[in-house]
């Protein structure tokens, strides 16, 4: 039990319905945590947790409407801890995700006990980080701004250059300079390229 002698109540956000499922279950075996909710997507991950004001949220990162880095920037100050479970063993995805607030970084490929004992730990205000991805977090800065980011990632699904400059309320010419700007940085010779090269490196 918490400190308070009240269960630890946690949010999941994971948009893979089997394994969504799985965490749901494994949760329920703790006699000191229960899952108040759960989402598929990080859209549905900060409704409920303004919904249900939850201690912890688990969340993937790569999930539909919004990653759960966005949602974990989001619901920064928020009093919900955050920890991310992912199969991307990515220091660049683990660095954006501690810059945004995230408390946690696990590997879905880690001992299922694990996430319990992180809970935990987390509830308790300490973090729980793989210690060699940490190092390696912190080698290669990421290049990309914000901006840059969001335009090559949409760019990379297939959206058009004048369909990202209405969702994101830019100019067109915007929108090409930054996808320029993000190829330079990566080195590479296309939108295509740099978006391959920023997704190996966790930068997308």
Do not use: C
């Amino acid at each position: 039990m918490s400190e308070t002698g009240q269960k630890i109540r946690v949010v999941l956000a994971e948009d893979q319905e089997m394994l969504l499922g799985a965490l749901a279950a494994l949760l329920a075996m703790e006699n000191d945590i229960t899952v108040v909710a759960q989402t598929r997507t990080g859209r549905q991950a900060i409704d409920a947790v303004r919904a249900h004001r939850p201690d912890v949220l688990i969340a993937d990162i790569e999930m539909p409407e919004m990653t759960g880095i966005d949602a974990a920037r989001a619901l920064k100050g928020s009093g919900t801890r955050v920890i991310m479970v992912t199969t991307f063993a990515r220091p660049g995805y683990l660095r954006r995700a501690m810059e945004a607030g995230a408390s946690g970084y696990l590997l879905k490929a880690r001992p299922a006990r694990e996430l319990a004992d992180a809970v935990r730990r987390i509830h308790r205000g300490l973090r729980v980080i793989d210690p060699e991805l940490a190092s390696e977090a912190w080698a290669e800065p990421d290049p990309l701004t914000e901006r840059e980011r969001q335009v090559l990632r949409l760019s990379a699904e297939g959206v058009s250059t004048a369909d990202i400059a209405r969702q994101l309320h830019l100019s067109a010419g915007t929108v090409r300079n930054y996808l320029s700007d993000a190829i330079d940085k990566l080195g590479a010779s296309n939108r295509i390229e740099a978006a391959r090269t920023a997704r190996e490196k966790g930068w997308l």
